[in-house]
Structure formats: C-alpha cells, structure tokens
C-alpha cells in the first residue's frame, strides 16, 4: 500500500470516528430529555398559559352579574331536570297484508283469497313528560296527548335512568294534554313545583326542558316572545305561549319553567318548514292545565261547560253590515236547539262582547273561557244585537262530544258575509251592495235540508228583502213566522227554495 493509499484510510477512519460521536451524542441527549419529569431540572421544556390580568372596576362588575345569571341557570336545570321525563311509546297498527310496502311481495306474487287480513306492526315514539303529582306509590305524569296517542306500551325513563312502565289515566284532545302514571315505592322521585302561567309578561327568561330528537335532559333557553297566541294544530284551543327557546321534536311534552324554576307551561308544537326549531316554539301554558290534572285522576277525562253555539270570526265589511264599531269579540253564527244558549235567548247573529263582566276579544277566548265553566253554573254574557246592547243569562251544561256533534239540532247551518268581503268573488258582487252572501253550508241543517248552496246570493227571506246581514239576521229570527223560506241569486237566475217549519 502506498502513502497516497494510507493517508486516504486514516481520513476514512477518522470520519466514521467522528459520525460515530455525533450519533452517540444525539442519543444520549434524546434519552436525557425523555427521562427528565415535566417538573424537573430547569432545562426541562414546559408550555405555560399566561396569566390573565384579574378584571377591574365596570368589566369586574359585568363578569359578576354574567356570572349570577349562569348561577341561575344552574340552579334551574339541577331543580327541574330530576322532575323531567323521557316517555318511550309504542303503538301497534295495522295494514292490509297485501299492501305495496310488502317486500316480499315482488318474489312471490299477489296474494291469494283469504289472505287479506291486516297485519300489525309496531310503531316507537320519543316524547318529554313532568312529573306533576304523586300519591303514596302512584307517580302521574303530564304530557301532551299526541305524544301518547294509542299506546300499547309506555316506558317512563327518568333523569338518573330508571324505566317503569307507565299507563294512560286520561287523555283530552281540545287541549292536546294527557295523563300518565307508573308505580313505585322509592322515595327519591322529584315533583315539579307548578307556578302561575297568568303572570308571564313578554321578556321574561324561559328555560325548555325535555328529550329533543332523543338527546336526553337537553336544557335551552330564551325568553316568553308573545302570550296568547293561538292557532295550534288539530283544532288545539289553548292560547299558547310563544317562546324562543329550542323546541324540536321530542320536546313535546316537556317543561317550560321560569327563572324561578317552576314550571310555566308544556311544550306542545313548533312552527317549522323545515321540521327543526326556527325560535318559534310554543308552550300551553300551566295553568290551562292544573285543572285538568284534577280531573284526569278523578273522572278519567276533562269536563267542559257547553253553551251550544258555534262561533266564528268576522271580517270588517260584515261587520260594517252588522253596525258593529268593533270586531273584537265573537260572532254567533249558529245556535243548538234545545241548548242552554236556546233557552237563554241567544240568536244567530249576536255579537257577544263580554262574559261575566270581562271583555270578550277573540273566538278562541270565549270557547276556552265557556269550557272552564263547571256544569250547573250561570253565566252572563253581554251581546250586540241589531244595534243594541243586552244582557243574557244561560245555565251551562256539561260538554257531550254526541250532542255538539249533532248538527240536525243547529240552527239555521249556513254562514253568509256582506257582498263587500273579500270572500266574495268579485263578479259574483251584486252592485248594489244588497244581499247575503252564502260562503258555507253544514250538513244535516235546516240550510242544507232546503238545499241552500255556497255561492247563493240571499236576496230576501220570506219574500222580505234583505238589505244587508243586519236585515237578514233580523228576518231569519223572526219568531212571528213559523216557516222560512229563501230567495236567492244562483248562476244568475232567481229562486225560491222550499220553506223550512221551525220546531
């Protein structure tokens, strides 16, 4: 080997001498580090948060009264959510065997004779309830009866997760509220403190509790946005309170309590195009339910007052024709026979203004206001009738869902509006202004028995004319005539039905 050679391995050696350290370095220093405690030698790595400066004068003020608030809203959600329930329901219905939603129907055909016979299936659904009341072992709980509907199976899970399996002590669909109740002997089960629902203002805080889309003891809250509303689904006749508290499917049926923590109301039905909350969530409020509660448990079911009449709203032109200055209050558009607003002296075409010596605004008012009156008690009710003011006195009967059903009984079963409403199209307007217009006609009445038709024009009654409603409500009650008879406008032609005799 020659110097040149030597010299070139010598370098090479060295090289990988010194690679060699390198590496032997790095690794002891990785072990080092990786065996140091995070609270070791002062060379250890730590990521620190800063120190926030502490908060002065109307910042330090703002944060404690933020503060207080969430307090609040603590305290709320650890009373009311043990009172608070989720309610599993299963319906069993029915549908015929040889339906198209059979899947098997594609492989073997369409069935053969005698294989017609409903099969049922099992239907869930996830609803909220409150634990209103409870008597030594007896736990009932509110809800709302869409939730409950047909059930063949109630399971109540409450806030800790215990199940029972409950059962319907009654339903009421006018108010859309149902009882249920399951049995225990443990003692820790939670009450919900019922509060007065009269003396919610718009702006105070609310707070819904309940299982939406099945997300268990969900807490939201807002305020009471509007009072009184109402227009709820399936002829609902609550005067709901409005709220923008989150509300979805599933809340049904659960609380809305207050700041306080007592309960102010029921979830019931949200407003929604899309079938999610939009903040507009509504609630029926409590106090339209302590009563029934008591009557769930008594008798099985609410009682309502009857005063046998059927009311409607009013437009401005009619009640133009009618010499009404207002249209707040609600118009009596048919009477029973025989009811206690027959024997009170009530009539077709009253405008009642007041119940008791309290103001009458809406329909809606004066059907919950009617329903709240017991059986056996009188009532006064104050009336606008041709231009005059007049008292009337009726003994309320106990609501039967048969006889309010009965429409032979009702007097006289068509609905007209002056030609000026805007239900009245307009090449159909006589010109003159004069008439009755015919916008509906119920069944089994003495107007569909004369066969009176939507879209007549009355133009007299008992070949009297009939210069606007006032005139014609004035003709139609006319004691004196024992038969009616009407002339009306229809496609153009002039006719005379047959006469109708007065029982």
Known sequence: MNLKQRLSSGKLFVFNLVMLGIVLGAALTLMSFSCASPSGSPGALRAETPALPPPSGDLAQALAAAESIQRAFNYVADTVKPSVVELDVVETLSAPSGSDDNPFRFFFGPPEDGEQAPREFEQNGLGSGVIVRRD???????????????????TVKLHDERE????????????????????????????????DSSTLRVGDWAIAIGSPLGYFESVTAGIVSALGRSGGPDGNISDFIQTDAAINRGNSGGALVNIRGEVIGINTWIASNTGGSLGLGFSIPINNAKRAIDDFISKGKVEYGWLGVLLREIDKPSAASLALTDSKGAFVGHVFQGSPADKAGLLPGDFVIALDGSRVSTVDQLVRAVG?????????????????????????????????????????GLDVVAPASPDVPKEKAPKDGKGAYVVNVLPRTPAAIVELK?????????????DGLASFYRLLNDRKEQKVSFTVVRDGATLTTLAFVRK
């Open 136 to 154: 030594r072992n007896t736990v009932y709980v509110l809800t709302n009866n869409h939730v409950v509907g047909a059930a063949t199976r109630i």
């Open 454 to 466: 939507p879209g007549d024009l009355v133009v007299a009654v008992n070949e009297k004319p009939v």
């Open 372 to 412: 709240d009156i017991p059986a056996g008690q009188k009532a006064a009710f104050t009336v606008l009738r041709d231009g005059k003011r007049l008292d009337l006195e009726a003994l309320i009967e106990k609501r039967d869902d048969a006889s309010a059903a009965d429409y032979s009984k009702l007097w006289p």
């Open 164 to 195: 029972f399996e409950a059962s319907v002590v009654g339903t009421d669909e006018r108010r859309d509220l149902a009882l249920v109740k399951f049995e225990t002997s443990d003692e820790d089960i939670s009450v919900a403190r019922l509060g």
